[in-house]
């Protein structure tokens, strides 16, 4: 069965000054379709490139990004933030919330930029309504109409989860999602992510450095030093 999403030979490095600083160095991976995969591994090993690179937020330097077994990394930029927008989504250890606006109209800017402005007047009812019953979902109902200045770091990194599935991705890259939060919020909010995951087919990558995290995955993958070195059912 071809993979969801997966890449092959993946290279990746940064330049600090005239130095070279290798980060991934030859990686392949891949995600069935509805799987759920947890990425672990130590502090530069990698993880977080891994998943820029697979979202397409950051072109590898060797190697290919692979969805449905077809090539996605050297798509034109259009089609590339169209898939970013459509069958990705993105949970980051920063939130990247527009403080400007309100936890209500955070969620609903992925589908502001998707529709355009004539189509999303059009939708907006609904898709205020959804956006509503998704920060409700993640418990944060009650915080609708605050701007992120009122709210707290918890707060935050909920009202990016529910942003990064407001508009219904068939793939959803997260970077320790729960970081931010209290055992019980975070709890809560893995099982929401795990129901979207069985009920609807949600593929899931998730970063985490929290091993009871990554034991609830499907399948556990290690990075060590920018290589994959195993894949495990359980965590150690």
Not at 37 to 58: E, I, N, Q, Y
Not at 166 to 176: H, K, R, T, V, W
Request: net charge positive; aromatic share 4%.
């Amino acid at each position: 069965m071809t993979p969801h999403l997966a890449c092959v030979d993946l290279v990746k490095g940064y330049r600090k000054g005239k130095v070279q600083v290798p980060v991934l160095q030859g990686v392949d991976f891949e995600a069935a379709r509805g799987e759920y995969v947890a990425v672990m591994g130590a502090s530069g090993s990698g993880k977080s490139t891994l998943l820029h690179v697979l979202g397409l937020l950051d072109d590898p330097d060797r190697g290919r990004i692979l969805l449905e077994g077809r090539p996605i990394d050297r798509l034109p930029d259009r089609r590339r933030d169209e898939l970013r927008n459509r069958i990705f989504g993105f949970i980051f250890q920063s939130y990247h919330l527009l403080p400007e606006l309100t936890a209500l109209e955070n969620v609903l800017t992925p589908l502001m930029i998707r529709y355009g402005v004539i189509a999303y007047k059009l939708r907006r009812k609904r898709l205020v309504h959804q956006a509503r019953l998704l920060l409700d979902r993640v418990g944060l109902g009650h915080r609708c109409n605050h701007k992120p200045s009122e709210l707290s770091g918890g707060e935050m990194q909920r009202a990016a989860i529910a942003r990064a599935l407001a508009g219904q991705p068939s793939i959803l890259l997260a970077d320790e999602p729960t970081g931010n939060l209290d055992a019980a919020t975070g709890q809560a909010v893995l099982d929401l992510l795990r129901d979207l995951n069985r009920e609807e087919g949600l593929t899931m990558i998730m970063v985490t450095h929290d091993a009871q995290v990554a034991a609830q995955a499907d399948r556990v993958v290690r990075l060590t030093e920018g290589r994959i070195v195993e894949c495990l059912t359980e965590v150690p």
